[in-house]
C-alpha cells in the first residue's frame, strides 16, 4: 500500500478515485523549447498544455511546464524524452 493510499484511508475512509482527465505534469522543459514541445506532442496524438513555470526566487519564469491527461502520462513522459534527446 502506498503513501498516498495509507493517507486516503486514514482521513477519507477510502482510496482516492483517480480522474483519467486530470492534467498532470509531466516534465519542465527549457522555456525555449516548451511551444515547441508541446506542439510536438499534439501533432503525435497527445492532448498536451503547458504553461511557464516561474521561479520565486529569481522572479523569471524559467521553465515550461508541459501537461498531458493522466491516462496519457506514461506514453507522453517517453515521447518527450525521446523528443529532447533529438
Known amino acids: 500500500m502506498s503513501w ?3 493517507l486516503s484511508t ?3 475512509s477510502g482510496p ?3 480522474d483519467p482527465d486530470e492534467p498532470i505534469e509531466v516534465g519542465v522543459v527549457p ?3 516548451g511551444p515547441l514541445a508541446v506542439t510536438h506532442l499534439r501533432e503525435v496524438g497527445f492532448d498536451a498544455g503547458g ?3 516561474f ?3 529569481t522572479n523569471v519564469a524559467s521553465g515550461y511546464r508541459i501537461l498531458v491527461p ?3 502520462s506514461e506514453a ?3 515521447e518527450l524524452g525521446d523528443w529532447l534527446a533529438r
Open 4 to 6: 498516498r493510499d495509507r
Open 10 to 12: 486514514l482521513f477519507l
Open 16 to 18: 482516492i478515485s483517480e
Open 31 to 33: 522555456i525555449g523549447k
Open 51 to 53: 504553461h511557464d513555470a
Open 55 to 57: 521561479n520565486i526566487v
Open 70 to 72: 493522466r491516462h496519457q
Open 76 to 78: 507522453a513522459v517517453t
